[in-house]
């Protein structure tokens, strides 16, 4: 699988073209999946932002607004109810999967849960577009600042691991006083490994695990 992880979206040019370098194809042409699951997790997640989310109305993040070919909308929540035998064809059937911010414990859980986790390795061609919490949750831990929903049994702070590094995204955000470079500093320093601060106008690409930032504003990273 090829990752994208952004902190909000694909937000200029640099990341947008990244975006399209991955897909090997105009957006036009290819269809996507949006999976609006961690906003259920996260207090600030509503019906109405989902409903943002997948009819492509917040333009501040812009994911599912993009001019796909097609885009469908798969509620992890709801796979373990019809069985991989159905929703497993719709997976590998895109050609992106748009997944929304929200609590990443969360939907690493229903990622886990669902068997969409398991299944990743398999897509090859598959490009994975996060936005905030659809990218921390590629990571082995989130952090003690950004956990909302302590995963069921466990209670821990492990997301799936996919990646060898940790994401603090909104860098600097205005209104956000938890997320300045001074608090990335100390979250950086509590989860001890490699992990990157990032803004709203920078991305992390991955692909065969080689690690790129793409980046129209501010990054950091932390070498643990």
Known sequence: ?????????????????????????PIEECAALC???????????SPEGAW?????????????????????????????????????PWV????????????ALYLAHWMRESGLAALLPS???????GLS???????????????????P????????GIVDFSIFPHLDHPGFDENTM???EKWATEIGGLAYAIDDQTAIQVVDGEVQVISEGNWRCFAG
Do not use: Q
């Open 133 to 151: 919490a659809g990218s921390m949750v590629m990571a082995p831990m989130v952090g003690e600042a950004f956990i909302e929903t302590r995963p």
């Open 52 to 88: 943002r989310f997948v009819t492509g109305r917040r333009s501040i993040c812009p994911m599912v607004e993009l001019g796909w070919k097609s885009v469908g909308l798969l509620e992890l929540t709801a796979l373990p109810s019809i069985g991989a035998a159905r929703w497993e």
């Open 123 to 129: 897509l090859e061609h598959t490009v994975w577009v």
């Open 92 to 103: 590998r059937g895109a050609d992106a999967l748009l997944v929304n911010g929200g609590d």
């Open 35 to 45: 999976i609006p699951t961690a906003g259920y997790g996260h207090p600030m997640g």
């Open 153 to 160: 049994i466990t209670g821990e702070d492990r997301a799936l």
């Open 182 to 184: 001074a608090c990335a």
């Open 1 to 25: 699988m090829k990752l994208l992880l952004t902190s909000g979206g694909i937000r200029n040019a640099s990341i947008h073209k990244a975006l399209l370098d991955l897909l090997g194809k």
